[in-house]
């Protein structure tokens, strides 16, 4: 068949410029140590920033929400999904990020890519005056949730506060939207949220601002990017997911009480889907809780004492030809460049029973190929020290 065989060439395309992504299986929870094929594996490759996905008060919790309100919601929010935990949690969160926001609320998502697509279509769509100036190193939801509003997008160039702020100023737009990851996810580095906020207050735009990777693990008390840099303002959209540090699933938006209405009333990644299952809700409190208190300050202090352990000469990373991109959170890019020669990165650690993430494009940019190294509270020193070594091992034998 003609199609059949336009797919298989297309394909093949990719296969022969090493860009075939494959799945593994893996056959325990998600940890440091995981099974895969029967293979005990060392990983450190997950966004568990603060190894909670499995922690058993958390299971507990969902276990404990499954008996109390059943497996799942049934209905949109709007209908009949929104469940008792789902408006406790809202409550929660909302006082999380709520030191730092006029006003606030919360609401919450089935995944951070539809908050996304919500916040920029809720906030955008069908507006002829609207104009979204994007970070070129944003998450693919964030560049998605502009598709979706059909808004005229500028993307401004990585960390570029003169470059954003030509554009702020020749802007005739009355709804402005400046949207940022907080941390790049593929980079690790933080974006100069304080800088660009003065910018959005001066030039009268909101501020997007994606924490995936920082709720949890930002902050003294994990409450994320805002907290990190004591940011206050009105202008804040705030956006967190809850499926990496908080190790259940789904996201939240935390703004001023008037953002949150508008996305719940036109919002349509919010409006046309299922509730997540209540249980999950219920179990994210108890991870709140977590993140929150004492065991929690204890895991991001491990977590940052393992991010400096990279710096370390005896335990830590030694590249020549290599580059580690200058990163102070859990995400941890060696830059190598070419395609394959990640891969067969990738491929030799693997045989070693290490098990790191290969970004290749389009997710980064071409020629900037690399093995992402995520870090997490539940990895050991000792186990930080034998991926640092197979590394060096590698680059020097390959070199
Ligand atoms: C993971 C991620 C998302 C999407 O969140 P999900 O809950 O996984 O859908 C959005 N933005 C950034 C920067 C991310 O890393």
Request: hydrophobic share 45%; glycine share 8%.
């Amino acid at each position: 068949m003609q199609l059949l065989a336009q797919l298989s060439q297309q394909l093949q395309a990719l296969d022969e410029r090493s860009l075939i992504r494959r799945r593994r299986t893996v056959d325990t929870p998600c940890g440091p140590r995981v099974t895969v094929d029967g293979r005990e594996l060392l990983a450190f490759c997950s966004n568990d920033y603060l190894g909670l996905a499995n922690h058993p008060l958390i299971v507990e919790a969902l276990r404990e929400g499954a008996s109390l309100y059943g497996a799942g919601s049934g209905a949109s929010h709007l209908i009949s999904g929104h469940a008792r935990p789902h408006a406790l949690l809202e409550d929660r969160l909302a006082g999380f990020v709520g030191a730092h926001l006029e006003r606030p609320r919360a609401l919450t998502f089935c995944t951070g890519y539809m908050a996304n697509l919500a916040i920029i279509s809720g906030l955008t769509a069908g507006d002829r005056d609207a104009e979204i100036f994007s970070e070129s190193l944003n998450h693919a939801s964030l560049i998605d949730g502009a598709r979706l509003s059909r808004t005229r997008v500028h993307v401004y160039p990585h960390a570029d506060l003169a470059a954003i702020e030509a554009m702020l100023k020749a802007s005739n737009a009355a709804t402005k939207l400046v949207v940022t990851d907080s941390v790049f996810s593929m980079d690790g580095d933080l974006a100069p949220l304080p800088e660009l906020l003065a910018l959005c207050e001066q030039y009268n735009a909101w501020l997007v601002v994606d924490d995936a990777h920082g709720f949890g693990t930002l902050g003294a008390r994990g409450h994320g990017a805002l907290e990190h840099f004591d940011l206050r303002s009105p202008y804040l959209v705030y956006m967190g997911t809850l499926g990496k540090a908080a190790g259940v699933g789904g996201a939240f938006v935390a703004a001023h009480e008037t953002v949150i209405e508008t996305l719940i009333q036109k919002a349509r990644p919010y409006i046309f889907t299922t509730a997540a299952p209540p249980a999950m809700a219920h179990a994210l409190l108890a991870s709140l809780d977590l993140i929150d208190g004492a065991e929690g300050a204890l895991r991001r202090a491990h977590l940052q004492a393992l991010v400096a352990q990279l710096d370390d000469a005896a335990t830590g990373l030694q590249l020549q030809r290599w580059q580690r991109l200058p990163s102070a959170t859990a995400i941890q890019p060696i830059l190598i460049g070419d395609n394959a020669e990640t891969m067969r990165a990738g491929a030799a650690l693997y045989e070693q029973g290490l098990w790191v993430g290969t970004i290749r494009p389009p997710t980064v940019a071409a020629g900037t190929a690399r093995l992402r190294v995520t870090l997490s509270a539940g990895h050991s020193t000792m186990e930080v020290s034998q991926l640092s070594a197979a590394i060096n091992a590698l680059e020097k034998e390959w070199t």
